[in-house]
């Protein structure tokens, strides 16, 4: 295991959801609102994770049936207990080695997913493999390059001004690709174009300072699990250094914003 990848932990679907999960589902809706795919599809989620994706497509999208892979079975898990469709199914997988047939599915959807992938030309090629003629191929990431991510970014200042080797753990310092130009060189490499690519922005809302903080604590994602290696001592140094610098309204309340960055591609 790579220094830099040591700390995603991705087995714990409830940590994930207090992290992330809560605010994977509005870009989902903005991602599918963006597709605009017909009813009656043939679906398959690309690294489901806890279910936004999975779930957002059942509800808005009226799909004949759902695959969602993951290779996380405590996300699946999760994933399986909010969503109880039947059209659904929900299986353990590799994104680049998919478990399906050639020219399976309408639409290949993945989100927030494939910078996380080793080898993400081979994922994209591999979504593209089991795309139908004239098909759909979309996915979306994080704009970490650019700051998408507030409430992350603000910890990563925060925690790299307290601790220089910090720095390598961050987003935007593992995930430099996170952008148009370079998402079309990896889809285009992949043999998927032409593209189109929009940014899907949304704000997260925490209640109070606790409610931010709270999910860096339990080790599931680079910054939680950076966070919970920490000796008591320096976590609760940036604790304090975190909550004087947030930005508060009126009623205690945190808004920071998130922007992600999604393509999508026919299949001829």
């Given at each position: 295991?790579s220094?830099?990848?040591?700390?995603?932990?991705?087995q714990s679907?409830?940590?994930?959801?207090?992290?992330?999960?809560r605010?994977?589902?509005?870009i989902?809706a903005?991602?599918?609102?963006?597709?605009?795919?017909r009813?009656e599809?043939?679906?398959?989620?690309v690294?489901?994770?806890t279910g936004?994706?999975?779930?957002?497509?059942?509800?808005?999208?009226?799909p004949?049936s759902?695959?969602a892979i993951?290779?996380?079975?405590?996300?699946?898990?999760?994933a399986r207990?909010?969503v109880?469709?039947?059209?659904?199914e929900?299986?353990i997988?590799?994104?680049?080695?998919?478990?399906?047939?050639?020219?399976s599915?309408?639409?290949?959807a993945s989100g927030?997913v494939?910078?996380?992938?080793?080898?993400?030309?081979q994922?994209?090629?591999?979504?593209?493999?089991v795309t139908?003629?004239?098909?759909t191929?979309?996915?979306?990431?994080w704009?970490?390059?650019g700051?998408?991510?507030?409430?992350?970014r603000?910890?990563?200042?925060?925690?790299?001004?307290l601790d220089?080797g910090?720095?390598e753990?961050?987003?935007?310092?593992?995930f430099?690709f996170?952008t148009p130009?370079g998402?079309?060189d990896?889809?285009?490499?992949?043999?998927?174009?032409?593209l189109?690519f929009?940014?899907?922005?949304?704000?997260?809302?925490?209640?109070?300072?606790?409610d931010?903080w709270?999910?860096?604590?339990?080790g599931?994602?680079?910054?939680?699990g950076y966070?919970?290696?920490?000796?008591?001592?320096a976590r609760q140094?940036?604790?304090?250094?975190?909550s004087?610098r947030l930005?508060?309204?009126?009623?205690g309340?945190?808004v920071?914003?998130?922007r992600?960055w999604a393509c999508?591609a026919?299949?001829d």
């Amino acid at each position: 295991m790579s220094e830099t990848s040591r700390h995603d932990a991705w087995q714990s679907g409830d940590s994930y959801e207090a992290y992330m999960g809560r605010w994977s589902r509005p870009i989902a809706a903005k991602f599918l609102d963006w597709l605009a795919m017909r009813e009656e599809l043939d679906w398959l989620d690309v690294g489901c994770g806890t279910g936004a994706l999975s779930a957002a497509i059942m509800e808005r999208c009226q799909p004949r049936s759902l695959i969602a892979i993951d290779p996380s079975q405590g996300f699946l898990a999760k994933a399986r207990d909010h969503v109880k469709d039947p059209r659904a199914e929900f299986q353990i997988g590799d994104a680049q080695s998919l478990p399906l047939a050639n020219d399976s599915r309408d639409v290949v959807a993945s989100g927030l997913v494939l910078n996380f992938v080793p080898d993400r030309v081979q994922a994209l090629s591999e979504m593209r493999r089991v795309t139908r003629p004239g098909g759909t191929v979309g996915f979306y990431v994080w704009d970490y390059p650019g700051g998408g991510v507030e409430f992350m970014r603000a910890f990563w200042q925060t925690a790299t001004a307290l601790d220089a080797g910090a720095v390598e753990l961050t987003e935007d310092r593992r995930f430099p690709f996170c952008t148009p130009e370079g998402l079309a060189d990896i889809a285009k490499a992949a043999g998927l174009e032409p593209l189109d690519f929009v940014a899907l922005e949304s704000p997260s809302v925490f209640r109070d300072f606790e409610d931010y903080w709270r999910p860096f604590t339990l080790g599931a994602g680079p910054a939680p699990g950076y966070c919970a290696s920490l000796a008591p001592e320096a976590r609760q140094r940036l604790m304090e250094r975190l909550s004087e610098r947030l930005p508060r309204c009126e009623n205690g309340s945190i808004v920071l914003g998130t922007r992600a960055w999604a393509c999508r591609a026919r299949v001829d």
